[in-house]
């Protein structure tokens, strides 16, 4: 009886979490890897760093490991942020839902991001889907969709760090992205 085992594959990646300060990308870090909300955070200086494995049902053998980079986003902290790019396999670019600067403020991040590491797959989030949903919503689905087609993002996801609406969804898939991309599935 032959029997084929198939080997476990490996793999850990860099992804960092970009956008305005404010917008909630350390409360989607800290949602993912802890699932848990705090509501009051002390703003980034420079960066956080976070580990999560990622479990893919389609890929039972592969043991993937995500290091989330969470960097500030006031302009201030612009002249830190480039060396923290460097060896970035993927990028969360996150607006705030009820923040239109945050959402006009996506091209910048993405040239900031492309003058370190060029193009890498990209996830565009709109966070805060809660205070959206109690009527302070700001840019709409069709926008997010418009801006994911422009700047070439894998997809758009509204989400909700407080109530973990679609923060699972969100790192699957730029798991998946960089996966293909590196022509590893």
């Not at 476990?8 to 990308?25: E, L, N, P, T, Y």
């Not at 500030?72 to 923290?84: I, M, N």
């Not at 193009?119 to 969709?145: F, H, M």
Request: charged fraction near 25%; include cysteine.
């Amino acid at each position: 009886m032959n029997k084929q085992i198939s080997a476990r594959k490996s793999f850990i990646f860099k992804v960092c979490v970009v956008g305005d300060g404010g917008v909630g990308k350390t409360s989607m870090v800290l949602r993912y890897c802890e699932n848990a909300f705090k509501e009051n955070y002390i703003m980034t200086i420079g960066s956080n760093f976070s580990t999560k494995n990622v479990k893919l049902e389609n890929y039972p053998n592969f043991d993937v490991k995500l290091q989330l980079w969470d960097l500030a986003g006031q302009k201030h902290f612009s002249f830190v942020r480039p060396p923290f790019y460097r060896g970035s396999s993927g990028i969360v670019i996150v607006f705030d839902l009820t923040r239109r600067s945050s959402f006009a403020n996506i091209p910048n991040w993405i040239d900031e991001v492309d003058k370190v590491v060029g193009s890498k797959p990209s996830v565009l989030v709109g966070n805060k889907l809660d205070l959206a949903d109690d009527g302070q919503r700001e840019i709409g689905v069709k926008d997010g969709e418009s801006l994911k087609n422009e700047i070439g993002a894998l997809s758009y996801y509204e989400t909700s760090a407080k109530e973990g609406t679609g923060i699972q969804e969100v790192f699957k898939d730029i798991t998946l992205g960089i996966l293909k991309k590196s022509n590893k599935i």
